[in-house]
């Protein structure tokens, strides 16, 4: 048995750490990377991903799921400076994120430009940009054979959305950083509604629980207010793009409603920012109803009246630091270098002043040791000031908390966990939170935390779901159906379709290998036909649609009288029927030295050397067809447990009496147990559970053995002309399988004694044989049954034998009347073309 496919998680970044996320999947052979951002806290190689981890030639698709740094700022070095462009790898992100990735690389590119620590030029920025492929959210892609992804909002920041991932039928959600909060531009995450096999998730504020939006927008507005009125300086360290325009829009609306800040400036100190705000226009339509309203009305919310910006002039920072209080929002949001750090540096000696804190701090940053409130802080150039502005922090940033993730975690309903982009503390207490979640439900999801380079390794059950399409698809199947057609796999997705629909649903032909073999014929057509039934049990027999005589063997290989001396085998080939042509074509070359045939012709006989019974083991038609049948299951009853009685009702139709077995049966005895077989359902009952299974057991091997091959396996679908079909409209209906009914006399006017003993088995044996010998023998074999077995025909027809079970063939309709002109010996010549009564076969190439 071949093993279960691995599906392995390899972070090159974000593991148990907030910073350069990088995630690269394998599976199938396939390989996704998400993410490939920077650390914020390290510069040049060090803040990178461990990018020398991986082969990137072998990529089939890198996906960013937003333009923030630590997400999206290592793309260009991966696909300038590493082999990525010598496989066929591409890269997706949305139609916003690639506006907006494109001015914060050229800003990035220009602040490390003026350090050694750079990672790449402009010319590569410029050649990785234009190898992005922008997409749509809910737009499913396809990269390459066996892969597709679908995007899904994520919230967080404009253009930010998750992968759905599908690799050859493995799903796999990656989620970046997500928010399950609508705030005043954007709409809150989706819950894909496919149920994927392994979530990746973030696990920033691991179980923390923030606070409501409101309330954080109240206390953020009136701690600035504070602030002003005491005369101090606001600073808003926040990164360009993101947050910024969220708390821009709470500043807007909350100057508009108090007239006395009215003369108190808030600069955005980005020129970035203004870049971008074009961009933020154009994609209104993936933002939240209250802005698309307000566009509606030709209000566009991102065109502020009491915001503006900080003019570029060298040595703003300290004019703006010695003028009048103000409110200033300025980049980086870490304030590792730029505005916010030179600010920060002036501000911090003068107690008025006042630093705000809006996003989440990675540890090793200036926003994140500030929340400490040291006495001192060290500048940019090493030298040491004091801090006496005040500090606060009020979290804006649009990452899940505890309950906002721990409900999305439930509601995806993955089996694998993977948290990522969280710092070790945090991810080890989500982890314990949520696994006692899951134990108190008694759910068994597993959930990981690997560290960077750390290969995470799950092995999934190898199920494959194949999608009924066209005329399958048109019936709905019912509990235990078998259904049969062709399996059509295609990059890992399977359809299961009729060959009719191969053409319509696949666009692929088909075509039929019709195969012919011709043999020299040495002796006559009825001793040929007389082997065949007695190796197949029943053949057909007519006229094909060029008027040659024909014998259809198992609805499958058609022999035919081509000349006086000449067969044609002719067939559809296929992997049964080529076995089938085989045996028919080894029974026929061997005819004329078969024992039976030189026995044959011991007697007087006709130059057509037509036989003058029936063959043995062929299918018996008459009246005694329904008895022999019984009399051979009770043979072999009789081999296993000894004597077996046949039972029947007083009233076979008609009992209203409440008898036990209202249907015919036989009855088996063992020791003290019986055992009842309703020959009508061919059910057993019996007090003892031991003998019924072993019954059971025997039956189903009896009916194997007595049914014939072409009663047990005949898979072809006879092709018959309108008359004979309309004259043998109640033919046996015959397929392989367990039967189900089976009919017996004396319920179609027959009438047979109740509680009568079956014939024995030497008795049935002689009677076999009895139909070899002549016709003397056969009358006294059919005496000794009547002694044995009452049978009084009344003027009703008998019905046929209906056996019917599950099987992938289709039931066969085979009408038959050969019985009477095998009984006519040599009356009728070789070809057999002088019956009127012969049905005609539709043969086609």
């Known amino acids: ?23 690269v999947i394998q599976y199938r052979g396939r390989t996704i990377v998400c993410d490939a951002g920077v650390h914020p806290a390290y510069s040049g190689i060090a803040s990178l991903p461990f990018v020398d981890e991986l082969d990137w030639s072998t990529v089939d698709a890198l996906l960013i799921t937003h333009f923030h740094l630590d997400h ?90 998750m992968f759905l991932i599908d690799i050859a039928g493995l799903k796999i959600l990656y989620t970046g950083d997500y928010s399950r909060e609508e705030d005043r531009h954007l709409v809150k995450a989706e819950v894909p509604p496919i149920h994927p096999d392994v979530l990746i998730v973030e696990s920033t504020y691991g179980v923390q629980t923030l606070e409501g939006r409101e309330e954080k927008e109240a206390r953020f507005t009136s701690l600035v207010h504070s602030i002003i009125r005491r005369g101090g300086h606001v600073l808003l360290p926040t990164f360009a793009l993101g947050r910024a325009q969220e708390l821009l829009l709470i500043l807007d609306e909350y100057w508009k409603k108090h007239p006395d800040l009215h003369s108190v400036p808030v600069y955005y100190a980005s020129a970035l920012a203004k870049k971008c705000m ?65 600010l920060l540096e002036l501000w911090a000696p003068d107690p008025r002043n006042g630093l705000i804190v809006t996003g989440y701090s990675v540890e090793g940053t200036m926003a994140r040791d500030i929340l400490n409130e040291p006495e001192e802080i060290v500048t940019a150039k090493g030298a040491t000031i004091p801090r006496k502005l005040s500090v606060d922090y009020i979290s804006f940033s649009a990452h899940v908390d505890y309950s906002q993730n721990s409900e999305f975690i439930e509601a995806v309903k993955a089996q694998h966990i993977v948290l990522v982009h969280g710092e070790q503390t945090n991810m080890g207490r989500l982890r314990a939170a949520m696994q006692d979640r899951y134990k108190n439900r008694d759910e068994d999801v597993k959930i990981h935390t690997p560290r960077n380079l750390e290969t995470l390794e799950l092995s999934f059950r190898g199920e494959r779901v194949a999608k009924a399409i066209g005329t399958l698809a048109s019936k709905a199947p019912q ?116 024992p039976a045939s030189v026995k044959l012709t011991i007697n007087g006989h006709s130059h057509s050397h037509a036989p003058d019974q029936p063959h ?11 008895v022999m049948r019984i009399q051979r299951l009770a043979m072999f009853l009789e081999a296993h447990f000894g004597e077996v009685e046949l039972h029947m009702p007083d009233e076979p139709m008609d009992s209203e009496q409440g008898e036990d077995h209202p249907h015919p049966s036989l009855l088996v005895r063992l020791d003290e147990a019986d055992a009842v077989i309703d020959l009508m359902s061919l059910i057993v009952e019996s007090n003892h ?86 016709e003397q023998n056969s009358e006294q074999e059919e005496k000794k049954d009547e002694d044995m077995l009452e049978v009084t025909q009344s003027d009703k027809p008998p019905e046929t034998v209906s056996i019917e079970a599950d099987t992938e063939s289709k039931p066969t309709e085979v009408p038959h009347k050969k019985g009477e002109k095998a009984e006519d010996g040599g009356e009728h010549s070789d070809s057999g073309s002088d019956d009127e009564d012969d049905a005609i076969l539709q043969v086609h190439d």
Not at 8 to 15: R, Y
Not at 154 to 160: D, E, F, I, N, P
Not at 284 to 293: D, L, P, Q
Not at 575 to 582: K, L, R
Request: a negative charge.
């Open 1 to 23: 048995m071949a093993e279960a496919p691995t599906l392995s998680i390899t972070l090159l970044g974000a593991g148990q750490e907030v910073g350069r996320s990088c995630c």
């Open 72 to 161: 999206a700022a290592a793309l260009t070095y991966i696909t300038e400076k590493t082999n990525f462009r010598d496989g066929k790898g591409k890269v997706y992100m949305t139609h916003p994120t690639k506006a907006l990735h494109k001015f914060m690389m050229q800003d990035f590119v220009r602040m490390s430009s003026s350090t050694s620590d750079a990672l790449f030029s402009p010319l590569d920025l410029s050649m990785s940009l234009a190898s992005i492929i922008p997409v749509s959210a809910h737009q499913v892609i396809s990269p390459c054979p066996g892969v597709t992804f679908t995007p899904y909002h994520a919230g967080h920041v404009l253009g930010a959305c």
């Open 278 to 342: 074009a961009v933020y226009q154009t994609y209104i339509h993936t933002m939240n109803a209250n802005v698309r309203s307000r566009f509606a009305k030709r209000d566009n919310p991102f065109v502020f009246k009491y915001i503006t910006n900080v003019p570029q002039a060298r040595g703003w920072e300290r004019r703006i630091a010695e003028g009048p209080p103000c409110v200033v929002l300025a980049s980086p949001g870490f304030m590792t270098s730029g505005p916010s750090r030179e």
């Open 479 to 594: 509990p235990n159906d078998i259904l049969s057609g062709l399996l059509v796999a295609k990059d890992y997705s399977y359809t299961l379709l009729d060959p009719r629909d191969l053409r319509d649903f696949a666009g692929l032909t088909t075509c039929v290998v019709t195969q012919r073999q011709k043999i020299q014929l040495g002796v006559g057509w009825d001793l040929v036909r007389w082997h065949l039934e007695g190796m197949y049990g029943k053949i057909e027999e007519g006229m094909d649609k060029e008027g040659v005589p024909t014998m259809r063997v198992m609805g499958a290989v058609d022999v035919k009288l081509t000349s006086e001396h000449e067969l044609t085998l002719e067939w559809d080939s296929s992997a049964s029927n080529d076995m089938i042509a085989d045996s028919t074509l080894a029974l026929i070359t061997g005819i004329d030295k078969s």
């Open 616 to 626: 043995p083991h062929a299918d018996i038609e008459d009246d005694k067809a329904q």
């Open 689 to 774: 559970d031991g003998l019924r299974r072993r019954v059971e057991a025997v039956m189903d091997m009896a009916l194997t053995t007595v049914s014939s091959l072409n009663e047990s396996f005949t898979s072809g679908v006879p092709l018959l002309s309108e008359e004979a079909e309309h004259e043998h409209t109640s033919s046996e209906k015959l397929v392989s399988g367990k039967p189900t009914t089976l009919e017996v006399p004396g319920l179609n006017g027959e009438e047979i004694k109740k509680d009568t003993k079956l014939p024995s088995t030497e008795a049935a044996e002689e009677e076999a044989g009895g139909q070899v010998a002549g």
